[in-house]
């Protein structure tokens, strides 16, 4: 893994305040942190690798399991919430059998919950990948999560 | 290159456009209009004009917020008044290309409106329209109308004249004519911006930072997204009028990373800038440098606090810490900071470009200029909006809102997201103002405007506030960690039918302790959402903790599903569709609901042929049913 991260390492050297940018450039590369590459990230800044985790943990970008195929994000910030977002989300968590932030055995689905895309007068929403679908209703959320199986 | 210059070449470059014999269309291509089909809509519109040869200008616009009708497009034809259509799809795309470029009909019918100069019979004025009517648009001045990634765009709009104004006078002066605008903090606090720049322009130090919060966390809020994608140049602007006013030499945008399309038209719009010398060193020849770094936020509702945003800059977790030292004082590494909102910074560009005197004739005597909002949940027309200060929310809910969708009722508006409070139907005709709305017990906030109606419950949605504040306590502070949490166990227990007499007495308790007991403003503002239902709506917290009766039927515990046996026609649908198998009745026998089996997902009612309209959702009160299934009377 050395080699494989001294890329994406190496525009960091000699900047200040970076190890949040270096830890979104390893989940990119990744799509999540493993260890080896948090104990890389360790060295190369040289700090304890549990100041790392201390900062990883704390913000909910990061994640330390690798992502399902796809990513289904469900919204339920407060417009979501208000037209329904609850209900969505529980369809998708029948569809999928799985709860809010776990992956499928399969590894082809990862749920998460994310308080707001900013897409509020959409509501509600979910974004699968990178594609937003706006005013969810139950039956076409399922219908769409078949459309990716 | 002079600014003047660069302003020429801006206005050569529009005019040559302008004076084209090429159609020019306008797609609204923001987050917003992305989701409801915007994408489709330029491509059929590239593919429909290749196909008929028709050689016309297609440009990625903002978001104008009217979120309801996107996707949005504005079609000008040489010598002809600018049009805007709603609710675009690639079929009405074919139409208007064939009917309106090809032919000359504008097609009134699926016109909104026509923007700027010139009529056309049969279309009414753009911002004519009943929920433009009240707005004044300066924050949000181009969105809709520019490409956000053309600089030129921007500069014959008279974008950077601002900065170039600024550059001409003093620092100090430029304070004294924010101060004159009287612009006061759209983060929420609203705090006056001048004194926050004199602070920081009177610390020493020649290393100073200038931070443009863009860590748009309040669930409900998409104002900030709007300004980024749609106008991202006015940010940018806005932060060198801030930066040469407060001596910053560094500079930061500290955006969530949920906003892609924000991030990328930032880093577009910086090149730009960089290559016409309005980024880096010596800018526009004038000796004042200023370096600005993007700064991807990772997903903490805390950052959005000034000392917890400081601190993932530095690549820290984000926790506040107490104030003073504040920000100007010792902020980043340090070094004296100032740290403005996206909305404050888009208004000082536009203040400097057009005079305080200008901006300051909207609003009210305290609260100077315009607040955009994101206008959403049950009304009609959902969108964002930009309004004088000082309007009523009536006029914001019923006039530029339309009134709450499928003509319910309506229960509450909640400002200012989970540090703001509830109104109820009785403080409708309150003046948005800053003071106004903290005397109601809520706050400005950010812009966050959410409506509910009477399927809100209002307990469940306070409940709904916590959950994610509680979420999003950073854990510093014990009142606030373990308060909020004392507070989210009550209301859930409260919404499951298990509420006590003493409850509400608590929630005052741990509201008031959590508020007193937090460093940051999270912890501080946390309990609004509770301690206003309490003071508007403690009829429904009572119904549920005496009566146990949920009034907007929502909280599950509480409603109990039954079928009329005078309108059941036995068709067996319902039964059917049971997840549980909790119906019993065959074909032509009226049906009955097990509850105790019965889960209470609704299944039955969604259903349910609407022409028989059988199923009932109550709370509270019991439905006198047949033990067993009976044979449907046909009379009926």
């Keep these: 893994m050395g080699s494989e991260l001294s890329g994406v390492l190496v525009p960091f050297q000699g900047e200040k305040g970076t190890l949040i940018p270096i830890l979104q450039a390893v989940q990119a590369k990744f799509g999540y942190l493993p260890e080896e590459a948090v104990f890389e990230v360790a060295r190369f800044l040289d700090m304890p690798a549990s100041e790392i985790y201390g900062v990883a943990t704390f913000y909910s970008q990061f994640r330390f399991t690798p992502p399902g195929k796809h990513t289904v994000k469900v919204c339920l910030g407060t417009a979501c919430y208000v037209r329904g977002g609850a209900q969505i989300m529980e369809a998708i ?26 897409c509020c007068a959409l509501a509600p929403v979910i974004v699968i990948d990178d594609t937003v679908y706006s005013k969810m209703t139950p039956g076409k959320a399922k219908e769409i999560i078949s459309s990716y199986k | 290159m002079s600014f003047l210059e660069i302003q020429d070449r801006a206005k050569r470059k529009w005019s040559e456009l302008e004076r084209g014999s090429k159609p020019r269309i306008l797609v609204g291509t923001a987050t917003c209009g992305r989701s409801a089909g915007a994408m489709e809509v330029l491509e059929a519109f590239e593919e429909e004009l290749r196909k008929r040869n028709i050689d016309a200008v297609v440009m990625q616009v903002g978001c104008v917020g009217l979120c309801f009708l996107e996707p949005i497009v504005d079609i000008i034809k040489p010598g002809k008044p600018r049009i805007c259509y709603g609710e675009v799809t690639p079929e009405i795309v074919s139409e208007l290309v064939r009917d309106y470029l090809v032919e000359d009909n504008p097609r009134p019918d699926l016109a909104l409106g026509t923007v700027g100069e010139g009529m056309l019979e049969g279309i009414p004025r753009f911002f004519d329209l009943p929920m433009l009517k009240s707005q004044v648009r300066i924050v949000l001045r181009n969105c809709g109308s520019l490409d956000p990634e053309d600089i030129d765009q921007y500069i014959v709009c008279g974008g950077y004249s601002g900065i170039a104004r600024a550059l001409e006078i003093s620092p100090e002066e430029v304070i004294e004519e924010i101060k004159k605008s009287g612009l ?95 980024l880096g060193e010596n800018i526009l020849g004038t000796g004042f440098n200023f370096d600005l770094k993007i700064k991807e936020g990772a997903g903490a509702f805390v950052c959005g606090e000034e000392t917890a945003l400081m601190a993932s800059i530095e690549g820290k977790r984000g926790m506040p810490r107490p104030r ?19 909305e404050t910074i888009a208004t000082v560009a536009a203040i400097m470009q057009k005079g305080a005197g200008w901006y300051a004739q909207y609003g009210t005597e305290k609260s100077k200029g315009t607040k955009t909002f994101a206008l ?27 009134g709450i969708a499928d003509d319910r009722e309506f229960k509450a508006v909640q400002t200012g997201g989970p540090s703001g409070g509830c109104l109820s139907a009785e403080q409708l005709d309150l003046p948005v103002d800053y003071e106004t709305l903290a005397q109601a017990g809520s706050i400005m ?47 859930d227990r409260i919404t499951r039918g298990e509420g006590r007499e003493e409850d ?46 949920c009034p907007a039927l929502v909280c599950k515990e509480l409603i109990s599903y039954y079928i009329d046996p005078d309108k059941c026609q036995g068709c067996m649908i319902c039964a059917r569709n049971c997840p549980v198998e909790a119906i019993r009745g065959g074909k032509r026998m ?26 009932r959702k109550v709370s509270g009160e019991k439905f006198e049913v047949p033990d067993e299934p009976t044979p449907v009377v046909s009379a009926k």
């Excluded at chain 1, 029948?94 to 308080?115: N, S």
């Excluded at chain 2, 889960?599 to 039955?604: A, R, T």
């Design chain 2, 504 to 549: 509400i007495d608590k929630l005052y308790q741990l509201a008031e302790t959590v508020r007193d007991g937090s460093l940051c403003a999270l912890g501080g503002t946390a309990p609004n959402p509770v301690l206003t239902t309490l003071r508007y709506f403690l009829d429904e917290y009572e119904a549920h903790i005496k009566q146990k009766r």
């Design chain 2, 184 to 278: 006061r903090g759209r983060g929420g606090a609203g705090f006056p911006t001048w004194l926050k720049w004199q602070f920081c322009n009177k610390a020493p130090g020649e290393e100073k930072y200038l931070v443009c919060n863009a860590d748009e966390g309040d669930p409900g809020a998409f104002m900030n997204r709007s300004v980024l994608e749609g106008d991202p140049h006015a940010v940018l602007e806005g932060m060198l009028i801030a930066a040469y006013a407060t001596g910053a030499t560094h500079g930061y945008i500290y955006c969530r990373a949920e906003y892609p399309l924000a991030l990328k038209r930032l880093d577009i719009a910086m090149r730009k800038m960089k290559e016409y010398g309005l």
């Design chain 2, 590 to 615: 009226v049906h009955i609901i097990d509850q105790e089996k019965c889960i209470k997902c609704g299944n039955c009612l969604d259903v349910c042929p609407p022409r028989f309209g059988a199923v």
């Design chain 2, 445 to 491: 906030g950010s812009g966050g405007m959410i409506v509910a109606d009477e399927n809100t419950c209002i307990v469940d949605f306070t409940r709904f506030f916590l959950t994610f504040t509680q979420a999003e306590s950073c854990g510093k502070c014990v009142p606030c960690r373990v308060g909020t949490r004392q507070m989210l166990d009550i209301l």
């Design chain 2, 324 to 342: 003073p030292p504040f920000p100007a004082q010792a902020g980043i590494w340090g070094k004296p900071t100032n740290i403005n909102n996206v």
């Design chain 1, 93 to 118: 968590e029948t569809e999928l059998g799985i709860k809010a932030g776990e992956t499928t055995p399969d590894m082809q689905f990862g749920l998460e919950r994310v308080a707001c895309f900013g």
């Design chain 2, 376 to 402: 959403a949940g049950k009304v009609k027309r959902t969108g964002l909006i930009e309004v004088p200060l000082g309007i009523t929310l009536r006029e914001i809910v019923y006039d530029i809102g339309g």
